[in-house]
T-cell receptor
């Protein structure tokens, strides 16, 4: 029962380098999300996807790109790393929307990826 | 405007006492969900409790209850009989139309022996 798996757990990048954070879920969830958490702060939504082939920007999308070719995978790409992208990144997924009524579309999170840009 | 506001950066509670963590929200969507997550020092995000906007009764999950005051747009988390393991960051979140989830800045809870 893996849930949401993120790799790598830790990474140090130099300014201007590129990298991809991998995210895979095995719960057949349609919805997937990428968040970043800066020290002592809450989570900010970077990008999200409502299904394969569909992605949309969240609150802080600049400097990032995503793709969703399959239901299971939702990689996050950093093209030109900057010190401002030093953060902990969380991938999450949820099932179909049931807002409001009894029953929750609980966000299931990965363990997080700590990225440092020097 | 912030969708979720948590005004208590840090809280202290004596072991075995109850504590309330505040959360107010801002939405014009009549259909929404409210969540609380716990983040211990190890960093993972743990789901605690959920309240739907149409739910008539306050949600409860073991020692956790959600004091939902819809007119005030308030969704406070109440932890009863605090334990040392409850020391963590606590985040309130709202799920709106489009299935986006927005989080507050969190409250750091410390349980004192």
């Amino acid at each position: 029962n893996a849930g949401v798996t993120q790799t790598p757990k830790f990474r140090i990048l130099k300014i201007g380098q590129s990298m991809t954070l991998q995210c895979t879920q095995d719960m057949n969830h349609n919805y997937m999300y990428w968040y970043r958490q800066d020290p002592g702060m809450g989570l900010k939504l970077i990008y999200y996807s409502v299904g394969a082939g569909i992605t949309d920007k969240g609150e802080v999308p600049n400097g990032y790109n995503v793709s969703r070719s399959t239901t299971e995978d939702f990689p996050l790409r950093l093209e030109l790393a900057a010190p401002s992208q030093t953060s902990v990144y969380f991938c999450a997924s949820s099932s179909a929307v049931r807002r409001g009524a009894t029953g929750a579309n609980v966000l299931t999170f990965g363990a997080g990826s700590r990225l440092t840009v020097l | 405007a912030q969708k979720i506001t948590q005004t208590q950066p840090g809280m202290f509670v004596q072991e075995k006492e109850a504590v309330t963590l505040d959360c107010t929200y801002d939405t014009s969507d009549p259909s929404y969900g409210l969540f609380w997550y716990k983040q211990p020092s190890s960093g993972e995000m743990i789901f605690l409790i959920y309240q739907g906007s149409y739910d008539q009764q306050n949600a409860t999950e073991g020692r956790y209850s959600l004091n939902f005051q819809k007119a005030r747009k308030s969704a406070n988390l109440v932890i009863s009989a605090s334990q040392l393991g409850d020391s963590a960051m606590y985040f309130c979140a709202i799920q709106e139309a489009g299935n986006q989830f927005y989080f507050g800045t969190g409250t750091s809870l410390t349980v004192i022996p």
